[in-house]
């Protein structure tokens, strides 16, 4: 099993930052993969950002690329997001999530087999 705890979420004006941190424990190296995903109300999780605990280049949703950056401390076994520029459509509530086999791209929710609570990001404009 795999814990994972999302923090960092708050409502900033459109322009903004935020810094989403995700703690995992328990067997952490199990996972191959971690990815933030977003829920906005009405509407289908997406995933935003997915990361290798191997190495190698992350992926992004179009939407985010170029302001939104994800990270590993591997370390501390927590991994980042840094959303800068942010816009009313970023609102949502985000979350981490780990997968064991993902290899390649941004995943989707069936990849991932654990998931955080969630943490809100609001953007106002």
């Known amino acids: 099993q795999v814990q994972l705890v999302e923090s960092g979420g708050g409502s900033v004006q459109a322009g903004g930052s935020l810094r989403l941190s995700c703690a995992a424990s328990g067997y952490t190296y199990s996972s191959n993969a971690m990815g933030w995903f977003r829920q906005a109300p009405g509407k289908e999780r997406e995933g935003v950002a997915t990361i290798y605990t191997g190495g190698g280049v992350p992926f992004y949703a179009d939407s985010v690329k170029g302001r939104f950056t994800i990270s590993l401390d591997n370390a501390k076994n927590t991994v980042y997001l840094l959303m800068n520029s942010l816009k009313p459509g970023d609102t949502g509530m985000y979350y981490c999530?780990?997968?064991?086999?993902?290899?390649?791209?941004?995943?989707?929710?069936?990849?991932?087999?654990?998931w955080g609570q969630g943490t809100q990001v609001t953007v106002s404009s």
């Open positions: 999530a780990a997968a064991q086999e993902l290899y390649y791209g941004l995943g989707a929710t069936g990849d991932f087999g654990y």
